[in-house]
């Protein structure tokens, strides 16, 4: 039989040669080398399925007489190969080997896999998207991206074949791993230490100038291609001072950013997305200022309607009646539809407030819209520039234009732009270095594999053309320096479609509900590995927050977290509240409504993903000067009323962050207290949970208390300095060897609710879990301490340990813990504390099916004879099985007699 190998330390183009030969030698078996490298082996194993490969270990030895050996002319041993079999050479390198029984086909071309590209395409076999994806991999990797000078159109003309047989280059992107030296990767260390975001015309560039090493005799592309991945500028510029001169390499991700233009200026050429040139005796300080100032010359500000606009619109039919449309209105903020015809599917009009107004005042209500409407069929699509937009409104007098695709001659609109977006961009104040920065602090702040996910994302996101963003906590807490612990994300367009994408792309488990727009994708530690290397040198040691964030420096733990098994993806939504303190109706909308439906403007921050915008951060309410400030404030007047719960998210948020309650904000708290009592007690009792799981939990409950929440809630419930002290303790007792046994950590918030309700008569305790819809275990619970309180009360002054025993046998660990809490330093803390450690396992020699086998009929007697054994044992009267032996035939004499 025939084998196919190759080298060891296998790369891609090693792998991607052996599944080759195997298509064209269908009876051969490829048979994986034992080291390969990394990246190779992180694609095999999310592909292993589809692919042909035999590992070693699975290796059953079989009779080799015949090797076809690819992109090398060594040979190693195999189990069951022959002493000399015979040897074909498939390789791109042209030294032979000298030996007996070997032939060759050698080709000076930049990848062995082109040469195996050109036999299938003269064979006329066809690939698997993934086949063709790993042979794509295989000649990127070895001609550096097509940039190596050993690269040949023999090599691209075989990419461009593989690309038509569906090879994925966002695959290739996130596989590829071109090797660099020691002392290339001297240089980059040196490059990305130098680094400086610059923001041109919208757009964020790199640049980067430092002297080489010394001994530096290698080439610069690769580095800045490895650069380039890592951070993904929309263009890279890149000096390195070699001995008296300066070569510069730039790279550019799109159109808008022509780099041939600079390197022509310095005497060099190339096209607009990849130019260099060598600038003769002069010093790098100099060449770096007179790139800075030729800079505006390369790049041109793009400002699109895709920028500003909003997706997701909502649209009336023409025979809807005035009435309905100005429910709509009303329902969603909205201060004009679009209005589309759908049985011409055609846009017909557009109906605005103003519109309804006034047919209102004219007793129109039932009149169908179309009567009222602004008519015409005025469109923009999303390439088209933020001029053009303004001069259709100032031509034809709407507000608001709607946004149809761009290949499609459909009039049906995919978004819209109003008036108000158009004057934010147009008079929006100058970003400074927040926007460039926070591509910074995405790479600085998040881990290697999460960055990698980031970009991966971004990329599939830009691909189906899905605006893309973090928003909420998450943004907040990264300008805060704290370490994110999840990537959910919010898509502008339809998540469901984008993790779909996700999952076909790079594997794992995706769940979705189409109801509500959401996907949830469960990502395999293979993908996190997968999408590592894109990040993994963006976010090194160098942690440092720069002017991007407010933090100084970020909070990371000392350990690192560990990466999230799921990633939430979210359609952008808006909701609206029917009627106070109700849950609200919620709906697909743009990323600017669902950002008004946050509780507030510190959570209404995000920070855009998707393609050349990644890194741009949307502030329409103000978010990050409150953040700045310190400051918790609502978005509108009417926030607590839709939703009386906030006050409790804000109290808690003010205390988690140090922040403190803006003063309006304040004002609209104390005037919507009332509005609590018609929010049902499993919303409330869930955010006392929350309170109570924070980090300050008694900051939290005192300033509830101060602001009159918790008497609002119920006019028992108080706060007060011994509660304060209570909470302390169980903070001290939760560290104590003697309750470890129980995990006594996963009773915290219970502690913290009794010693909430302790200081409460039970008819209080009571009525408190009743508004609160307390669960029926923590109710039991609740009570049971009560009970075991009272017990410990009663009994005498110099207890027997049998007297506390039997007291405090019914009591479940986390009662006792939380009686030892309440009870403080008195001697009923003692009792409960020794009988916890010590007496409860206290058993007796004898049990039950003992007094059965001595011929005592089961009954009531069992449990008094057991309980005065156990009680001679606790109170020290015997201490041997001999001694409750006799002890027991005592008590049966006096059973017997009686």
Known sequence: MQLILTHENADFDAIASQLAASKLYPESVPLLPRRINRNVQQFLTLYWDVLPFTRPEDWKRRRVDEVLLVDTHSLSSVRGMIRKPRVHVI?????????DNWTFDLGDVGATTTLLVEKLQAAGLTLLPEEATLLLLGIYEDTGSMTYDTTTPQDIRAASWLLEQGAQLAVVRQFLNIPLTPVQWQLYDQLQTAVSWIEIGGQSLVVTAVTAPDDFDDEISSVVHRLRETLAPVALFVLVQLGQ??????????DSVNVAVIAKAFGGGGHPRAAAAIIIGQHLADVKARLLDLLPQSVQPIATVAEIMSYGVKTLLPAATVAEAEREMQRFGYEGYPVYDEETDKLVGLLTRRGVDRATNHQMQDSPISRVMKAGSFTVRPSDSIERVQQLMLDEGWGQIPVVLDETKSTRPIGIVTRTDVLNFLFKPSPGTAVSNLRSLLTKSLPPAMWGMVLAVSEKAAELQMPLYFVGGLVRDLLLGKTAVDLDMVVEGDAIKLVRHLQKSYGGEVHTHQRFGTGKWFVTPEIW???????????????????????SSPQHPSAPAPLPETIDFVTARSEFYTEPSALPEVTRGSIKLDLHRRDFTINTLAVRLDGAHLGELLDFYGGRRDLEQGL???????????????????????QRLRFRIEARTAELMASALPMLDRVTGDRIRHEIELALRESVPAAVMARLAKTKILAQIHPALHWSEPMAGAFTQVDQELERDVWQGERPLRWRTFLYFTQLLAPLAPGEQEAVMSRLRVRKATREDVMALAHCLDAVGGLPADPRPSQIERVL??????????????????????????????????????????????????????????????????????SSEVEEQALLKQILSTFQQQ
């Open 91 to 99: 390789d791109h390198h042209k030294t032979r080997a000298k030996h």
């Open 245 to 254: 001169d300066v070569q510069l390499v730039a790279r550019s991700t799109n």
């Open 529 to 551: 590995q997968t999408v590592k290397e894109t990040g993994e040198q963006g976010s090194g040691d160098q942690r440092s927050l720069g002017a991007g964030g407010i933090a």
């Open 632 to 654: 918790i404030r609502v978005l509108h007047s009417l926030s607590f009323v839709d939703d009386p719960t906030r006050m409790l998210r804000a109290v808690r948020l003010e």
């Open 809 to 878: 046998r019914p009591y479940h660990p986390r009662v006792l813990l939380a009686a030892r809490i309440v009870l403080d330093d008195t001697l009923g803390a003692a009792w409960v504390e020794r009988y916890y450690a010590e007496w409860r396992d206290v058993k007796t020699a004898v049990s039950g099916d003992d007094l059965r086998q001595m011929g005592l009929k089961p009954g009531p007697e069992y449990s008094i004879i057991l309980d005065q054994l156990l009680a001679a044992r606790l109170d020290g009267q015997i």
